[in-house]
């Protein structure tokens, strides 16, 4: 059979519904991936662009502003105050093994993240290198890494994922990330115990991705949510660590990098210092607060519309950054997720042209995703439209571009209602669910609608599927293997004329349908009852009648 011929049975089978046009998806990641939008970053030029840009299609769809209250009117936006941090001047590393000195270069030894904890200088000589394993504190799992070490005035020298990971067995999920294995949770934990600074160990597979993408995200601007103790989130210095230097530094101490690894996986595992190894470090920092835009389209509903079904993406991407080999400096995010939003978009026009459903649905772009789900987690701490009665969340973050598959994922592993709705709906797009292929990748943590699983709302974000009608398994593996080596966070995510959109078009109508079953019911959907996020939803429970 050929491709057109298999779309054409998967289409044909599909329920009857709207139409998505994989020409228009085409050309919206076009228009936001373009040089022009300077890589979309956050409080540039490139974000009042796509703003404007996705002001005027939600209005061309028939879509109302659901934002801010101004003047007792909605506004497009939300207001979404962040610190914004940078580096200025040079980045000063210096370090000492007793012997000799050596200067680390910014970008290639080490990637050291703007200080988010306040500080306008970074300036320490002499640091000692403390190694604390996983750096995990769990006492459901009845796990310390630290075992009373003081780590003031110390440098913590972490490994990135869980203690489960290479075993693939053990009291932290096994293979599947916990979010303790999150390079988030490791510089959370080392600032609440007075860490000078967190230095995470960077490993292909662990982290999921190559040095390229840890340096692209940590060496350019750094963006958080505005906190009252900025130092409790974050210690002055935040770094990754390239592993041959780190296997290095532990053998100059004298230590064996990975028999030391193998005792962090175990309960039994103490920190150990590097005897003999300190680092010395001096750059000032450029601290302020500044405003980006959440974008809030919302169609009102016609029976319920206090009652609201959430669409969302993430608009932004790294901006403007460090250049590539061939000197290019824009990171242009077209699938990253230039994809995401054109499918939101796209649901917008389709929702803008059938009859308005019982519940108001919201179409939400977030900003600051890739500074740490800032425009999402702000929503979620700040919501529009009250969470309580906020039935789903359906978020969409990197779709392939590519051609229809025989399947679809999402990210993570979660059990919930909403999870069993899409998978008994994809029937009718003769799609399967693959549960997530890479669950030690920790995608769940990852993406926009993690700041609302945490309120206890209902929440998934969707992924494409890897078995490709045309070519299987094997050529879906390759595609996403060519992209998290060679364009993720990377000037390479660019646009292009081949990509046929076909796969996105077809999965859009299931995701609509999806979203119009949520919008039209009574029901209300919920986490399994062993879910971590079940307590939260049912504590508001009474709000939902």
Partial sequence: MSLIAAFSAVAAHAASGPEF??????????????????????????????VAYLIEQFKAAGMQPGGDLVKGKRAWTQDVPLGRFEIKGPVKLTLNDGKATQELKQGDDLAVRAAMNGSRLVDFKNAPLVFVGYGVTAPERKWDDFKGQDLKGKLAVVLINDPDFETGTGDFGGKAMTYYGRWTYK????????????????????????????????TNVMYDIVRKKPSDSHAPMEAWIQRDLAVDLFKRSGLDF?????????????????????LSANYAVDAQVITSKNVVARLAGAKKPDETVIYSGHWDHLGVGLPDAKGDKIYNGAVDNGTGIAALLELARAYGKAPAPARSVVFLAVTAEEKGLLGSEYYASNPVYPLATTVGVINMDALSPYGPTHNFTISGSAKLDLLDQLVAKAKQWNLVYAPDPKPEAGHFFRSDHFPFAKKGVPAISYGSGDDMVDGGLEAGNKIEEAYVTNNYHQPSDEWS?????????????????????????KDWPNWSKDAEFRAARDASAAKRK
């Avoid at 998806?25 to 970053?41: H, I, P």
């Avoid at 490993?203 to 940590?218: D, I, L, M, Q, R």
């Avoid at 039994?268 to 300190?278: A, D, R, Y």
């Avoid at 078009?505 to 919008?519: C, E, F, I, K, W």
């Fill in 21 to 50: 046009d994989a020409k228009r998806l085409s050309q919206d990641v076009k228009v936001l991936s373009s040089d022009e939008f300077e890589g979309r970053g956050p409080n540039t030029a490139g974000e009042t662009k796509t």
């Fill in 497 to 521: 004329a081949n990509w046929p959109f076909t796969g996105m078009a077809h999965d859009l109508g299931m995701l609509y349908s999806l979203g119009r079953d949520l919008a039209d019911s």
């Fill in 187 to 218: 510089y959370e934990e080392m600032a609440r115990r007075g860490a000078l600074g967190t230095i995470i160990v960077h490993e292909t597979a662990p982290a999921s991705y190559g040095w390229n993408t840890v340096k692209n995200s940590n």
């Fill in 258 to 278: 990975e028999a030391l690894k193998k005792q962090a996986q175990t309960r039994e595992f103490k920190p150990v210092e590097l005897k003999g190894i300190t």
